[in-house]
């Protein structure tokens, strides 16, 4: 197995991203009938991370194996608005987006994103984590629970009418 790198998102890494970000998307537009399809959504949701990173101390990193853009992530902190929790606990670092191309999916790709998110994280004052993902979306909720993430609260719907 060659090295993966984690290094942070360079300008020229846009169109690997912006497909990066389409894949992820439509995986879970198939999943859940909620999400917008990802050519929709691509162009916006990359605006966001980086202005969001930019803005909030946070980072948005990408994994590399020779030289090719194998998997993604990004985090910045935030101050949830939930008056029923304890201000430390509502201040804290999230994760917005964890992605592994599926032709790289058990490199453990997903582990060292999410070692280097929390690294930049912590390092700007977080110490607590929290990333969302859909309950469907097993992967990542394998690759959040293996790497110590426990559920916090779950949001239940139902389709009516």
Do not use: C
């Amino acid at each position: 197995m060659s090295k993966i790198v984690i290094r942070a998102v360079e300008e020229n890494d846009r169109e690997d991203i912006l497909r990066m970000l389409q894949r992820l998307q439509n995986y879970e537009h198939a999943l859940h009938a909620g999400r917008r399809p990802g050519n929709e959504v691509d162009e916006y949701q990359y605006v966001r991370i980086l202005e969001s990173t930019k803005a909030f101390n946070g980072a948005f990193l990408v994994a590399v194996e020779k030289e090719e853009l194998v998997g993604l992530t990004a985090g910045w902190m935030i101050i949830d608005d939930n008056q029923l929790s304890e201000m430390p606990h509502r201040e804290h670092g999230h994760i917005s987006v964890l992605f592994v191309d599926d032709e790289h999916k058990g490199k453990d790709i997903a582990r060292l994103l999410l070692e280097a998110i929390q690294g930049h994280l912590m390092s700007v004052g977080a110490s607590r984590l929290s990333i969302s993902s859909l309950a469907r979306n097993g992967p990542v909720l394998t690759a959040s629970r293996t790497f110590g993430f426990e559920p916090y609260e779950i949001i239940l719907e139902k389709k009516v009418g």
